[in-house]
C-alpha cells in the first residue's frame, strides 16, 4: 500500500495537521509528517516533493496558514494527488489562507478541505478514498466508517434527548 | 478502468462544467455527465448516488452555484472520492458556492476546487491524478500533460516578449 | 394543533438551538428535537422528513454550521416550511453556514435566520407565528409578546436612566 | 384564504418581485403589491402595517436593497409572518442587503430568502407553504410543484445529455 | 443650545455609547440618553422622533448591532442630522451593523461612525462639530480638543521613546 | 449662509459627485467643487483645508474610491464638519473605500455616508441637515423635502399597481 | 544601474503587467518582462530566480491572479526586493489574489501593491524609489515625478471647474 | 548606511511594531521609532516626512489600525520608499487597515505587508532588502538570514517528528 505524506509549513501546525495522522492510522494506511515551508525552506519542499514517487507516497496533505502556498507548490513539483488544508493562522481567520489554497488556476489543482481541524481531519480521510479507489478492503472500511457516523449521530441523540 | 461520473444542479451549469469532460476525454478516461439538483431533484440524487460503485464509476465530479449542496449530499451518500466545483451563480460571485462546497464538518470531505471554468478544469485533471495512483500509464500521461504546461508557458512567451 | 421538530447536525448545537424550544414551550406549542446530521446521517435525516407530515408536524427548524446543508436537504425531503438557523461554528464565524443556508435556489425555500442564538430564539418565534395564521388564540399571545417586548424595553430604560 | 401582501422599497425592484407574484398566482393564492419605503415613506408603511390583519393578509414579502430595514421595520409593526429579500441594489452585490435582512434581533425574526430572484420567487414558495399548514389541498398543490421541479431536472437531463 | 439625544436598541449597548456622552459632556453639551428599539420599541421610536425638535434636540446618535435599523428608522422620521454608531453585536463582528447603518438609500442620509467604542466616541465629537457651524464659541473649544489630540501624540511619543 | 465644499480625488469622480452638488443647488445652499487628491496632490489638499473657515465654508463633502483617505485627511486638518463619500473605483467594488472612509480613529470623525450615487446625494442632503439645525427656513425645506419623498412613493406605486 | 525583471503568470496578465513597464521606461531604469507561472512552470521560474542578481536585476516585480503564489515563491527564491501585484483574474475579484500575495509569513516578505492596473503602475514608482535610495539623480526625477502628479491635478480642476 | 524610521499611529501599536526595529536591529540597521497619527497630529507627520531625506533616513516603516492612512499620508509627503504594515485594532480584524493601505492610487506605491506581528517583523527585512540593492555586505547577511530560516524549519522537523 502507498503511504501519505503530511507537509505543514511550521511546527505550531501539528496540533491541527495531526487529525490527518490519526485517522490515518485508524484506516492503517501508513503516514508520516514533516515541517516544510514553501517560503522559509523552500529547497526541502522541492526535494520532498522529487523523493515522493520513489519512496511510496501516494497522496501528499499539505498544511499552511495566511498566504498559504504549500499546496500550491507541492502540486506544481509532483504528479501525485495534492489535499490543502487551510488553517487559521492570521487575525483574517483563515479566509486568507482558504483562498490562498483553493483558488488554484487551471491545471494544477489542489483538493481543498475546510479551514482548521475539521479540514485536517477530512484530508484525511479523502486520502483514504483516493487509495479505496483501487483497494476493495479500503473501501469497506470506509463503508464502516461512514456506518459508525450514522451509529454515533444517533447514540448522541439518544443521550441528549432519551436520557 | 473506473468512469468518472459528472454532476451538476441545472443545465444551465454545463457550459463551464463540460471543461472538466474535455480534459478527461483529453486523459482518455471514460466520463458522463448527468443534472441532478440536490434541492429539486434529492431522489434523483440518491438514486444515482447508490448506483456508482455498481455501474463502475471510481469518482464523482459535483458542480453547483449559490448554496451548493449537491458535492455534500453526494459525499453523504456515496464512498467514492467526490471533487466539488463551485459555481458563480449569484450576485455573490461564488463565495456563497465555495464556503457551501468547501467547509464540510469532520468526516464527509468534498475535494474542492477553484469557482468556475478554471475549477472545473482542475476538477477532471484531480479525478486523473486520483485514478493515475493505481495505473502507471495514466500517471505518464499525467506527467506528460504538466510539462506541456511548462512548455505552453515557455512558447507564450516567445510569442509575446521575443518575436 | 401542529408540532414543531427541531433538528440540529451535533449534539453541541443544542446549547444554541434550546433558545428555539423555551420559546416554543413558552408559546404552549408542542416541540420536540432530535440530532441528524445531513452529512453523517443522511438516511436517519430521510427519514425523519419522510415521518413528519403523519406524525403532526407542521414546521421544522434545523440549526447547522459551516457548510450548513441540513435546511437545504431537509427542506428538499418535505412540503412543511423549514426554518434555517446558520450557527458559528467554525474560524469563518457564520458566514459560511449564512450563506449556505439562505443562497437556496428557486424552488426550495429555507426562511433563514440570524446567525446563532439570536437566530433559534427567532426560529421559535417565526414557527409560532407561522401556526398563528389560522389559530386566532396563538396570534393573540404573539400579540402579547410583542408588547411585553416594547415593555421590557422600557423597564430596561428606566432601570438604567431614572434610577 | 388568506392573501399576501408584497411590498418594495422602490419601483425598479418590481422586476425582480414579481417572480413572488407569478409563484403565488401559480398556486392560486391572493396577491397584491404595493411600493413602500421604509425610509422614505415611513408613514405609508406604518398605515399598510396596521390594516394587514383586518384586510386579510396572512403573510407579509418584503423586498428591498441597501440597507434593507423594510421587512424588519414591518416584522416590528405586525404579528404575521414576514419574508425578507435581499435585492442587489449597490456595488456590494446584496451582501448589505442580506446582512440588513437576515441580522434580527430576538423577538422579530425576518424570514430571510435569497438574493435577488431566486430569493423572490422562494418568498413566495414559502408564503404557500405557510398557508399550507392549516390548508390540505394546497399542501398537495405543493406536493406536485416539488414534483414537476424533479421531472423538469429529468426532462433538462434528457434534453442536454440523450439527444 | 440644542441638544443631543442618545438612542440605543438595548441596554447591553450603554456600555459603549457611553463613550458619545462623555465626550459631549467634555464639550459641555447638553445630553441624554435612552433604550429603544426599531424592532422591540417601534411605537417607543416613533414618540422620541416626535418630539426631537420640540424637546429642543439638534442632533440624534443611535447606536445598534447587528440588522442595525435603529438609525435608518430615526432618519425616516426626523428632519434632523442623524448619526449612526454601528455596534459588535453579533458573531459576525460589526460588519452586519456597519452595511446595515451605512448603505441608505438616496434622501435619507445617516452620518456613519466606525464600528463600536471609536465610532461612538467619534458620534459625539460630530455632533459637537455640527453644533459648532453656528457657535463659535463651541468652534474653539474643537479647535482646542484637536490641539490635545496631537498634544497627547507627542506625549504618549517621548514617553515611549525618549524615557 | 455658509457654503458646502464639494472635494474629489479624481475629475472621473464627478459623475458621481455631482449628485451632492444637485441636491445642494435644490436646497439653494451654495456650492462648489475642486478636484484634491490626499495622495497625489496632498499640498493642495491642505490649503484648501486651512482656507475653508475664512472663506465662509460650513461643511466639507469628500469623495474617492480605493485607500479614499480624502475625508479622513481633510477632517485631520479642519474643525468642520466632514463628510465622506466611498467611490467604488476598483474590482473590489468600495468595499476597500468603505472601510478606508468610515472607520476613522477616536477623535477624527467622518460622517460616512454608502458607496456611489446614493452616498454623494445623502451628503448633500446631510450638509443641509447640519445647516439646517441654525436655520429654520431650511428646515422647513427638509421637511418639504421629507413630504415629497413619501408623495413620490405613492405616485410610483400608482402608476405602477393602478393603471 | 541595475535592471527590473516583471514576471507574470499568463500572457493575459500582459496588458495590466504593462503599466509597469511603461511607467519605468519613463524613469530610464532598464526593464524586461517574461512570464513564467509559479505553478505551471515552477523550473522555469526557479531558473530565472537563480539567475537574477547574475544578470544584474535589482528588483522583481511580480502579477498574478487567482491563488496568487507568484511573488511569494519568487521572494523565496532570492534576495532581492520582491513586488507583488494582485490581479483580478477570477469571480472573486481579486480579493483573492490580493490575500495570496500580501499575507505572507515572516522572514519573506512581498512589498505588496494594489490589485490591478494602479497596482502594476504603482510597482513600477516602488521600484525606481527602490533604486532611488543610491541614486540622488532617479530621487530628483521622482521628486519631478511627484510635482507632476500634483500639477495634473491642479490641471484637471481647471478644466472641470473653470472653463 | 541610510536609517530607517518607523512611524505608528499609537503607543498601543509599539509591542507589534517592534518586530520591525528588532530584525533592523539584528541586520545592524541604524532605526529609530516614533509615535504619529495621520489623523490626531497631521502636523506632526508633514515635519517628520520633510526631514526624513536630510537627517539621513531611507526607508521609512508605518503601522496603523482602523482606516490607515498613515502609510499613505507618509508615501504622499515624501520621495522614499513607504513599507505600511496594516494591523489589527477593530472589530474588522484589520481588513480595514489592510485595504486602507494597499489599495493606493496610481503614483503613490505603499509596500503593504501581512497583518499584525507577521508583517511588521516583515517589513523589517523588506527595509533590508532595499537597502541590500546598494549594499553587498547586507545582502550577504540576507543570503545567510534565508539560510537560516530554512535551516530552523529543519531543525524544528528533527525536533518535533525525529525524537
Known sequence: MKKVKILMGSDSDWSVMQEAEKILREF?????????SAH???????????NLE???YGVVICGA????????????HTDLPVIGVPL????????DALLATVQMPPGIPVAT????????????????KIF??????LRNRLKQ????????????NKKLFQP
Not at 522559509?40 to 522529487?50: N, T
Not at 495566511?66 to 499546496?71: D, E, F, S, V
Not at 479505496?132 to 478492503?137: A, L
Open 132 to 137: 479505496s479507489v483501487g483497494d476493495e478492503d
Open 65 to 76: 496558514g495566511m498566504a498559504a502556498h504549500l499546496a500550491g507548490v507541492v502540486a506544481a
Open 28 to 36: 492503517q494506511i501508513p503516514v508520516d509528517a514533516e515541517i516544510a
Open 54 to 56: 520513489n519512496e511510496g
Open 88 to 95: 487559521d493562522g492570521s487575525s483574517l481567520q483563515g479566509l
Open 145 to 156: 466508517f461512514r456506518k459508525d457516523l450514522a451509529l454515533e449521530v444517533e447514540q448522541k
Open 40 to 50: 522559509r525552506s523552500p529547497e526541502r519542499v522541492l526535494k520532498i516533493c522529487q
Open 113 to 128: 478541505m475546510a479551514v482548521g481541524k475539521a479540514g485536517a481531519r477530512n484530508a484525511g480521510v479523502l486520502a483514504a
